[in-house]
């Protein structure tokens, strides 16, 4: 069984730093694409950031010049340093792996839970 656990949020006034983490655990083999989203109330989820096994990394256009994804492909951990942050960047932050087992023939999707990240301004 695969469990992802983020942690790393909080409170922080507008212009304030947070660091995200995410590590996964048990029977992983190799992870692909690591992610971040996030779920503000009332809207949608959405992609924040992506890294690929290869440190490809991509951002949505609210985070550029602001966020940086990075992955310990050691640890099966994946990170988001968030700065400058503003109160629209207030939402439950989940982070999103793509895992192969060594029980399974295909990879799979997994979520954590999330992580709530309020910025007061």
Known sequence: QVQLVESGGGLVQAGGSLRLSCAASGSVF????MGWYRQAPGKQREV?????????????????????ISRDDARNTVFLQMNSLKPEDTA????????????RVSGMEYWGKGTLVTVSS
């Not at 290869?54 to 602001?66: I, V």
Request: proline share 3%; net charge neutral; with cysteine.
């Open 92 to 103: 439950v932050y989940y982070c999103n792996f793509f895992i192969w087992e060594p029980s």
């Open 48 to 68: 924040v950031a992506t890294i690929s096994t290869g440190g490809t990394t991509n951002y949505a256009d609210s985070a550029k010049a602001r966020f940086s």
């Open 30 to 33: 190799s992870i692909g694409t």
